[in-house]
């Protein structure tokens, strides 16, 4: 197994469980469990790779992607009990699966098009859209709704990691400066609330000064 597709199958295993925990929240039965979970897991990389054209989809070709995804969601089905904070253990695991997904999301845009700038798109692609998924079925509120850094914390694990390519660094190298990045500046907007200034809407201007 190559370092990408150990950090493939990491990601999908937290996001995953950030499915599960979801799925906990709302009290679902096992089934329930493994819905969101799958859906957490692999989502991302499905739109992935459905806009790359590379099809069939990657768990369709492996399907141990899926069998990590229900293995996950059965361990946390009968242990989740054990965790008192179960909303911020989420967010902590959906951090560290955004900076694996952003890496890994990057790498396979740059393989299949060569376009560093598709590989930074596809690389925060798949580390978000799966907890955006997650997020819309389980009626939780949108990661991408709260204040504190979320697409950009992706975005910069991608560009970390391509930058780091073109300029020859060991596969290794990149991906760990991509995955830290990452990780980085988005459990620092988590401990910290570092968020961008938010729009603030304005008077419009009077009917008079238009014309």
Known sequence: MTPL????????????????????????????????????GIGGGTIRDLILGDVPVFWV????????CVAVAAIV?????????????????DAIGLAAFAVMGAAKGLALTGSPIVA?????????FGGILRDLLSGEPSVLM???????????????????SLLGA???????????????LRGGAIRYGWAFSPYRSRAGRPPEDVL
């Open 120 to 128: 930074v798109v596809t690389g925060m692609m798949t580390a978000t």
């Open 77 to 93: 089905y009968f242990t989740v009990h054990l965790v008192e904070s179960r909303y911020r253990l989420l967010i902590w695991l």
């Open 170 to 184: 060991p596969l290794i190298v990149g991906s760990g400066l991509g995955v830290i990045a990452a990780f980085a």
């Open 5 to 40: 597709e150990g950090l493939d199958y990491a990601g999908v295993a937290v996001f995953a469980a950030t499915g599960a925990l979801s799925a906990s929240r709302k009290q679902l039965d096992l089934i329930g469990f493994g819905f969101l979970a799958a859906v957490t």
């Open 61 to 68: 070709e492996k399907p141990a992607y899926l069998v990590v």
């Open 146 to 164: 709260r204040p504190e850094i979320y697409v950009s914390a992706a975005l910069l694990g991608s560009a970390f990691f391509i930058a780091a």
